[in-house]
């Protein structure tokens, strides 16, 4: 009886659970094509930023195969924001690195991703007084990041992440696998080196061509709360190595990526990797596949209507 009664409230549990999935993909699926998306393209559309060539650059590298690599300072160029930022990654390392050695319950980590430590994780409040907030709401990285969406988008996420080195006969967990990230069809995510990263250091890896629309995309394609994490053998055997880019690079290397193409990083084993991130998004992916990590602390009527609504 109680074996009858365990499995039926199993298979409830399972049903509800599918409901739940189709309710998220319907409205995903209508803010995309309908609701939100569709107002956001039509603002975009009305007064598209003027880019800057460094801007185009990042926007066509994009389109062509779903990343863009280069520098901090080509981007910011002689902008102190920098030295703040630099700063900031120095205060996080020196916090998380006395938190491994002592308190480990201080450090900010979430399940099944103890690998990475994380300066805010979700519900902080952030500002302008914070120097990798202030470049990821600058107009010189929502511009971009509006552009290549071809609307509006809204800043989803920030943060600084410190991935702590593993055993080098660890496996691969988590975000260190191949994936496509299940936040929207088609979004930009910045990933900012504030140490030198090698081989050895957990870099960032990208399946060019693999974003929705791709020659890759049809490869276990992107759909809302899709199964994405592929088996790593199948997926390197579907997808050949000249596609497949790592980023290493020096502290300043700055990564624009649209995630819903196949990517993995973070699988440090020398050295700790240590980055800024942003996630751009569109309004649809707010609405239904994602939450924004943090409340914008400051005045949002001081703010450009873009920016605004970014933030907002
Ligand atoms: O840590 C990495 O390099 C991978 C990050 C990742 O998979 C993601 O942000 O979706």
């Not at 002689?78 to 120095?90: H, K, N, Y």
């Not at 990041?145 to 991935?163: I, Q, R, T």
């Not at 490869?219 to 994490?229: D, I, V």
Request: some cysteine; proline content about 6%.
């Amino acid at each position: 009886m109680h074996r009858t009664k365990t499995r039926f409230a199993a298979r409830v549990s399972r049903v509800a659970s599918a409901l739940e999935r189709r309710g998220i993909r319907a409205t995903y699926t209508l803010h995309d094509r309908a609701l939100s998306n569709r107002a956001s393209r039509r603002r975009f559309a009305q007064a598209p930023p003027v880019l800057d060539a460094v801007q185009r650059r990042i926007v066509d590298d994009l389109d062509a195969r779903g990343f863009s690599l280069l520098t901090f300072s080509e981007l910011f160029d002689g902008d102190p924001l920098w030295e703040e930022i630099t700063a900031q990654g120095a205060r996080f390392v020196e916090e998380t690195e006395a938190g491994l050695a002592g308190d480990r319950e201080r450090l900010r980590v979430r399940a099944g991703k103890e690998f990475v430590v994380r300066l805010h994780s979700y519900g902080v409040e952030l500002d302008f007084s914070d120097p990798w907030f202030r470049a990821c709401a600058s107009q010189r990285m929502l511009d971009v990041a509006n552009a290549y969406l071809g609307m509006w988008s809204k800043l989803e996420y920030v943060d600084l992440w410190y991935s702590v080195p593993q055993p080098e006969e660890a496996t691969r967990v988590s975000s260190q696998r191949w994936h496509r990230d299940f936040n929207d069809r088609k979004l930009v995510k910045v990933f900012l080196y504030l140490v030198d990263v090698d081989t050895d250091t957990g870099p960032f890896q990208y399946a060019a061509g693999s974003a929705p629309g791709g020659p890759y995309g049809d490869a276990w394609p992107w759909r809302p709360l899709g199964e994405n994490y592929p088996p790593e053998e199948e997926l390197e055997r579907r997808i050949p190595p000249e596609a497949i880019h790592t980023f290493t690079g020096p502290r300043g290397t700055l990564l624009f990526c649209n995630t819903a193409g196949f990517h993995r990083g973070g699988f440090a084993t020398a050295r700790p990797r240590v980055l800024a991130t942003a996630t751009y998004s569109s309004p649809a992916s707010l609405a239904s596949l994602t939450e924004r990590s943090y409340r914008y602390a400051g005045a949002l009527d001081e703010l450009d209507a873009a920016t605004r609504y970014a933030l907002d």
